[in-house]
C-alpha cells in the first residue's frame, strides 16, 4: 500500500505565543439555531476567559485555555501583542476543541481551533493574497500580528523561533 500524503490544512501555520481574551457569544447551551449578525456585539457571554495563542495562519488562530469549547461557538477575541497599545480585535468560529493530556494547576486545558472571520472589522476573506516575492498567501489576520512578511521574517530571524507547520501525511 502507498503512503498517501493528503493535504489537510488549507494554509500554513506560524507559531505565536501572545495572550488572548475571549467571550463566547452566547455562553449557554440552546436547541435553538441562530445566526450572529456581522457586527452586533450583542449578546456577548458576561465572563471573559483567557488563553495562549500557539499558531496563526491566513484565516485562523490556535490557542490553549481552560474554557472547554464546542464545534460551531462564536467567539469575540482579543490578541495582545507585547508592542502594541490596542488589542487586535477578532470574531470568528471554532471548528474543534481537544481536551489536552495535561493539566495546569489541577485544571484541565483545551487546544482550540478558530477559525478567524473578522480581524478589526474586516473581513478576513477579502484581506486574502497571495505576496509574490514570498510566495506565501498573506490576510489580515497574519498582517495585524506580524506586520508585513518581510517584517515577520526580520523579528523572526532575530529570535531564530520561525517554525511554519504545513502538510500533515497519513499512512
Not at 62 to 76: I, P, R
Not at 106 to 126: C, E, P, S
Not at 154 to 164: A, D, E, F, P, W
Amino acid at each position: 500500500m502507498k503512503n498517501v500524503c493528503q493535504e489537510r490544512r488549507k494554509y500554513p501555520r506560524y507559531d505565536t505565543e501572545v495572550k488572548i481574551f475571549f467571550h463566547v457569544t452566547y455562553d449557554i447551551k440552546t436547541k435553538v439555531k441562530f445566526k450572529v449578525l456581522v457586527g452586533h456585539h450583542k449578546g456577548l457571554g458576561a465572563h471573559k476567559y483567557s488563553g495562549l495563542s500557539k499558531n496563526v495562519s491566513v484565516e485562523g488562530l490556535g490557542f490553549v485555555s481552560h474554557k472547554k469549547l464546542e464545534k460551531g461557538d462564536l467567539l469575540f477575541i482579543e490578541v495582545y501583542e507585547p508592542k502594541m497599545k490596542a488589542p487586535v480585535k477578532m470574531e470568528g468560529q471554532v471548528r474543534w476543541s481537544r481536551k489536552l493530556p495535561d493539566k495546569e494547576n489541577g485544571k484541565d486545558l483545551f487546544h482550540t481551533g478558530v477559525r478567524v472571520i473578522l480581524v478589526n472589522d474586516k473581513l478576513v476573506a477579502d484581506t486574502i493574497s497571495f505576496e509574490k516575492k514570498y510566495n506565501v498567501m498573506w490576510s489580515a489576520v497574519l498582517q495585524s500580528l506580524f506586520g508585513s512578511f518581510a517584517a515577520m521574517l526580520r523579528k523572526t530571524s532575530k529570535s531564530h523561533k520561525l517554525h511554519v507547520e504545513g502538510r500533515k501525511c497519513k499512512k
